[in-house]
């Protein structure tokens, strides 16, 4: 007895989620599995609380990889799923999973961190560096169009010069005076 309360206290004071499936439904979540998820410790336990949970695109991969998992396959350790909390928000989880065997059965042993906050300061940072991009692309038009007006004032200083010449030259009752006057 002494040994499990202090296993649970060490389990029930970890911040990440701790989670063993059997395959068939959740037989042990920790304190954290029900902050995380907003259910209670008893509602963790239902059968079917898994498939119902997780967002439902994530839901045939993950699946998939608990039965690999379950039947002694390779499959990797680390991924990342969605979760639906008890009020609706989805959450970000990057999840561990290890094989164990718990009361004599195969099971996964699942710890999952929220990193849903990572997620947003990171598409966040990526919209940023897109905005940044598009500022530069925006710049360097300026600039661009700025050396072509450059360039093209340049060329009509060269032509009024040469028509204020023209100009001058023409006697004037030239009927040509008119058009380069223009």
Sequence with gaps: ??????????????????????????????????????????????????????????????LARAARRLRGEPVEQHYETRLVRKDGQVRWLRSDAVSITFAGRPASLVVSIDITDTKRADEDRRKLDLQVQHAQKLE??????????HDFNNLLVAMLGNAGLALMELPPESPARETVHS
Excluded at 32 to 47: C, D
Excluded at 140 to 148: E, R, T
């Design 140 to 149: 360097s038009l300026g600039v661009l169009a700025g050396g072509i007006a």
């Design 1 to 62: 007895r002494e040994s499990e309360a202090l296993f649970r206290a060490l389990v029930d004071t970890v911040p990440a989620a701790i989670w063993i499936y059997d395959g068939e439904r959740w037989v042990f979540a920790n304190e954290a599995a029900s902050v995380i998820s907003g259910y209670s410790h008893e509602e963790l336990l239902v059968p079917g609380w898994l498939e119902a949970t997780l967002f439902p695109a994530d839901v045939p991969a993950t």
